[in-house]
């Protein structure tokens, strides 16, 4: 649509001069008329490329507060000013420039912040973020299009500063770094709803502490770890030791159960000789027959038996 416009002047510049010029005024006046209406139309027309919303500003009314979408719209020339905001995803990182990169300015340095116990610690932070298409009038109403410098760069700092401060120094280089990304994105998200902001994420992509701070860290790790493997052997220790407790303790009292079994047996069995004192004849007998010659029959045959001339029941080979 500036094309437009610039040709349109142009060709009203151009009637203009002929107007001057005798002999051709009649020509210049259309040509001054061509190119007012020109340049008038082409301001009556706008586009609102893909992926961006527009914000329509009266100069009689104000802001207006329905945005313009996608496409092209219609316009009141010299009365309504389109300003055009992008809607898609955006990130802004604030962080130490890589080795033979350009200097950053003042706004993108990293942020420095310390931690619970007063250390300085460097971070490193990328935010992505989009404007609310709905919302975007009441932006440009109450921020405007720097809103990246007055709101969300400020904000990022801010929150960042305040959720280090909660965290170790320790904590935040090994166990903590998630909780610290979850507290910076709470805290921002709700700052940046306030502004038409919608918060797409918060990345941590570098935590720094002092060199110092670090090898002490680290020493402390290292002990920590090999207390917990002294830990681990003394406990391993005892579960070998009550292991051999516990068989021990099992073997001592399966032979007690056994003692017991056998003095049980024997009680049973001196009570049953006892009621029958026959058995014991019949035991000795059992005893004694490989080699008895003799045996000794109730008191009431009142007689021996002579065996050595009894036959043996087997018969001798000739």
Sequence with gaps: MGVLTGLGVLIAILGIVLLIQP????????????????????????????????VVFNVLRGVQPQPLGEGTHIVLPFIQEVIIYDARLQEVTLAVP?????????????????????LEIGVDVTVQYRVKRDEAPLLHRELG???????????IRSKVRDAVGQFNAADLISTQRTQLEQAVTRGLSEE??????????????????????????????????????????????????QRLVAQARGERDAAILKAEGEAK??????????????????????????????????????????????????????
């Design 145 to 155: 299009p720097r809103f990246l410098d007055t709101l969300i760069i400020p904000q």
């Design 98 to 118: 890589a080795p033979g990169a350009r200097e950053p300015a003042p706004s993108e340095e990293a942020i420095t912040a310390r931690s619970k116990e007063g």
């Design 192 to 241: 940046l709803r306030k502004g038409h902001i919608e918060l797409v994420g918060v990345l941590l992509r570098r935590i720094d502490i002092p060199q110092s701070v670090a090898k002490v860290i680290e020493e402390k790790q290292t002990a920590e770890q090999q207390v917990q493997v002294a830990e681990n052997r003394r406990r391993q220790a005892e579960i070998d030791a």
């Design 23 to 54: 002999g051709r005024r009649a020509l210049g006046g259309p040509l001054v008329i061509i190119g007012l209406v020109s340049a008038v139309l082409s301001q009556s027309f706008v586009v609102i490329p893909a992926g961006n919303v527009g």
């Design 265 to 318: 047996a024997i009680e049973l069995r001196g009570r049953a000789l006892k009621a029958s004192p026959e058995v014991i004849q019949l035991t000795v007998a059992e005893k004694l027959a490989p080699n008895v010659q003799t045996i000794m029959v109730p008191s009431t045959g009142n007689f021996l038996l002579d065996l050595r001339n009894a036959p043996s029941g087997q018969q001798r080979t000739p």
